[in-house]
Nanobody
Framework: QAQLVESGGGLVQAGGSLRLSCAAS????????MGWFRRAPGKERELVAA???????NYATSVKGRFTIARVNANNTVYLQMNSLKPEDTAVYYC??????????????WGQGTQVTVSS
């Protein structure tokens, strides 16, 4: 079974940093776009950052310059480095994977999520 497991969430003060990790198993990692999503209280899910298998990345405007997505294909792992955290970054963060070349925008696999709480 395909599985994505997030780790690294927690409680941090505004201005601090966290690094989230996502370990993938039974996924053809090198053929998948890897994405980080988040759902904040009272808001809809949004794409935070994505990394294509060939290296291209994109970010939500709200996190550009503060967050960095990185993947290590050999370890089937993707990271989200979060710096200069703000209270509005508080959310459950999800790792997701989408098969490239399928013609679909929908992501195929999802992790259970990890809570990030930023206090002021």
């Amino acid at each position: 079974q395909a599985q994505l497991v997030e780790s690294g969430g927690g409680l941090v003060q505004a201005g601090g940093s966290l690094r989230l990790s996502c370990a993938a198993s039974n996924v053809p990692f090198g053929r998948y776009t890897m994405g980080w999503f988040r759902r904040a209280p009272g808001k809809e899910r949004e794409l935070v950052a994505a990394s294509w298998a060939f290296g291209t990345t994109n970010y939500a405007t709200s996190v550009k310059g503060r967050f960095t997505i990185a993947r290590v294909n050999a370890n089937n792992t993707v990271y989200l480095q979060m710096n200069s955290l703000k209270p509005e970054d508080t959310a459950v963060y999800y790792c997701a994977a989408r098969l490239e070349g399928s013609g679909r925008l929908q992501y195929d696999y999802w992790g259970q999520g990890t809570q990030v709480t930023v206090s002021s």
